[in-house]
């Protein structure tokens, strides 16, 4: 029961705070940047206008004077606010409801099958273009989809097999710094022209890691001109085997495992907060597990760098982290005879819980909105910014 309630936490809340919620401490970034924000910004660093509105959200998250709905209870006569969020997917808490939405959608689009979790990855001497230049990122996308398309075509060209994938930008290590990949959640199947579904569970990955280094590099040629031409061909020399690409091991769909991955790697926010250690005013200490060794680090930054850390994962004005791709973007002539991972109750019954109110009540069995009298309170007006819109 233990263990269940957990899981519920987990997915219906915010995800990076559940450590926080279970060790009693409360180190939030929002105080963080509310302390140092306004210093920071003197200092002169350039800063993107995204990332002046996303922080002043995240600032302001929760302040009733901002914007709240105002509920009263006609029994006993009381009031209760209800503070808006700033919906921003940098903030850790509205990002985490941004997270599970994005998880129920893609569920809702998995087909009934085995997927395979794959990671694009590209070299240090790569990611300060894509830093320079954010379009750049839109390349990663492209590349990493090329790659699977061509494996897939080849297959059988007259049947042209398209398979589902699912791709989702990250641009952060585990240390924060700018660390710009690809998670993919790809069906180990495609349908053809002919062929409702074939089984593709062997996929060659010295095959896959050296068509990816080609597709990326030359993409990137193409968009740099001459001057990459030196570096393009010092990065084959250097990485023959091409550049790395991991495979997780097969994830059934219906799977707790695959719901995870599909909660994990949708969205979430650069750094948990359940991840910071300590916080005294002026420095802020947190951990991370290596990458190469699974070894836990400990680093104490000044809140400034901290603060430059995460603002750089900042995505620009409707820049899409998530993209859709083959059988997962649209429908194909035997789309409709493919079996989906969920039902429709199912799809019925998460629609029906999805709000606020709903999520407190599976989590913790208590509504909110039952005021101590144990009447429901009935919601009589919304302040917006300063606009009183009472009903």
Same mark, same amino acid.
């Given at each position: 029961?233990?263990?269940?309630?957990?899981?519920? *936490?987990?997915?219906?809340?915010?995800?990076?705070?559940?450590?926080?919620?279970?060790? +009693?401490?409360?180190?939030?970034?929002?105080?963080?940047?509310?302390?140092?924000?306004?210093?920071?910004?003197?200092?002169?660093?350039?800063?993107?206008?995204?990332?002046?509105?996303?922080?002043?959200?995240?600032?302001?998250?929760?302040?009733?004077?901002?914007?709240?709905?105002?509920?009263?209870?006609?029994?006993?006569?009381?009031?209760?606010?209800?503070?808006?969020?700033?919906?921003?997917?940098?903030?850790?808490?509205?990002?985490?409801?941004? @997270?599970?939405?994005?998880?129920?959608?893609?569920?809702?689009?998995?087909?009934?099958?085995?997927?395979?979790?794959?990671?694009?990855?590209?070299?240090?001497?790569?990611?300060?273009?894509?830093?320079?230049?954010?379009?750049? *990122?839109? *390349?990663?996308?492209?590349?990493?989809?090329?790659?699977?398309? @061509?494996?897939?075509?080849?297959?059988?060209?007259?049947?042209?097999?398209?398979?589902?994938?699912?791709?989702?930008?990250?641009?952060? +290590?585990?240390?924060?710094?700018?660390?710009?990949?690809?998670?993919?959640?790809? @069906?180990?199947?495609?349908?053809?022209?002919?062929?409702?579904?074939?089984?593709?569970?062997?996929?060659?990955?010295?095959?896959?890691?050296?068509?990816?280094?080609? @597709?990326?590099?030359?993409?990137?040629?193409?968009?740099?001109?001459?001057?990459?031409?030196?570096?393009?061909?010092?990065?084959?020399?250097?990485?023959?085997? +091409?550049?790395?690409?991991?495979?997780?091991?097969?994830?059934?769909?219906?799977?707790?495992?695959?719901?995870?991955?599909?909660?994990?790697?949708?969205?979430?926010?650069?750094?948990?907060?359940?991840?910071?250690?300590?916080?005294?005013?002026?420095?802020?200490?947190?951990?991370?597990?290596?990458?190469?060794?699974?070894?836990?680090?400990?680093?104490?930054?000044?809140?400034?760098?901290?603060?430059?850390? *995460?603002?750089?994962?900042?995505?620009?004005?409707?820049?899409?982290?998530?993209?859709?791709?083959?059988?997962?973007?649209?429908?194909?002539?035997?789309?409709?005879?493919?079996?989906?991972?969920?039902?429709?109750?199912?799809?019925?019954?998460?629609?029906?819980?999805?709000?606020?109110?709903?999520?407190?009540?599976?989590?913790? +069995?208590?509504?909110?909105?039952?005021?101590?009298?144990?009447?429901?309170?009935?919601?009589?007006?919304?302040?917006?910014?300063?606009?009183?819109?009472?009903?």
């Amino acid at each position: 029961m233990y263990l269940l309630l957990i899981l519920i *936490l987990y997915i219906f809340f915010d995800i990076n705070n559940i450590g926080d919620i279970m060790n +009693g401490k409360s180190f939030k970034i929002k105080d963080i940047f509310a302390d140092h924000w306004d210093a920071f910004v003197a200092k002169g660093h350039p800063i993107r206008s995204v990332v002046f509105k996303n922080v002043d959200k995240v600032i302001k998250c929760g302040d009733p004077s901002m914007g709240h709905a105002l509920y009263y209870c006609d029994h006993c006569g009381k009031f209760k606010y209800v503070a808006f969020t700033c919906k921003s997917r940098f903030c850790n808490s509205c990002g985490a409801k941004y @997270t599970q939405n994005r998880a129920e959608s893609i569920s809702s689009k998995l087909i009934r099958c085995t997927h395979r979790h794959i990671v694009f990855t590209i070299p240090e001497e790569l990611r300060i273009f894509f830093l320079r230049d954010r379009v750049l *990122l839109n *390349l990663l996308f492209k590349a990493a989809a090329d790659t699977i398309f @061509t494996h897939f075509h080849k297959l059988n060209k007259s049947e042209n097999f398209k398979p589902g994938f699912i791709s989702t930008l990250h641009t952060f +290590g585990r240390d924060l710094k700018w660390n710009p990949h690809i998670h993919m959640l790809l @069906t180990e199947g495609a349908s053809g022209n002919k062929t409702v579904w074939r089984k593709v569970k062997h996929i060659p990955f010295n095959m896959l890691r050296k068509r990816w280094q080609a @597709t990326i590099l030359s993409l990137l040629h193409d968009r740099l001109g001459s001057s990459f031409y030196s570096l393009k061909t010092n990065l084959f020399n250097t990485y023959s085997d +091409g550049f790395y690409v991991y495979a997780k091991p097969n994830m059934e769909s219906k799977s707790i495992d695959s719901v995870k991955y599909i909660i994990r790697y949708t969205g979430r926010p650069a750094m948990a907060q359940s991840r910071i250690l300590d916080y005294d005013g002026q420095f802020v200490t947190f951990y991370y597990d290596r990458h190469e060794d699974n070894k836990r680090i400990t680093e104490k930054i000044h809140a400034f760098d901290f603060i430059k850390r *995460l603002i750089i994962h900042i995505p620009d004005e409707q820049f899409k982290m998530i993209r859709y791709y083959g059988l997962y973007a649209k429908e194909y002539i035997h789309s409709s005879l493919l079996y989906r991972m969920d039902s429709k109750e199912k799809k019925i019954f998460r629609r029906k819980h999805s709000h606020w109110r709903a999520r407190l009540l599976l989590a913790f +069995g208590i509504d909110p909105l039952c005021c101590s009298c144990g009447k429901r309170m009935e919601l009589i007006g919304i302040f917006n910014s300063g606009k009183n819109l009472y009903l």
